[in-house]
């Protein structure tokens, strides 16, 4: 959020919007959801669950 907040790139996809809220309450950050999706390149590990 910081590159972004700074102008250095225009986008991002990581966050879910109470991430995104907690981090412009936090730092007031002028930045604002555009829309939703989802990623399907995500890889979930554990040292419990095999």
Partial sequence: NITLNNGDIDANFF????FLNN???ETGYKLKAFGV???SHVGLYS???K
């Fill in 15 to 18: 966050q879910h919007q109470p």
């Fill in 23 to 25: 981090a412009i309450k």
């Fill in 37 to 39: 999706g989802a990623a």
């Fill in 47 to 49: 040292k419990k669950y």
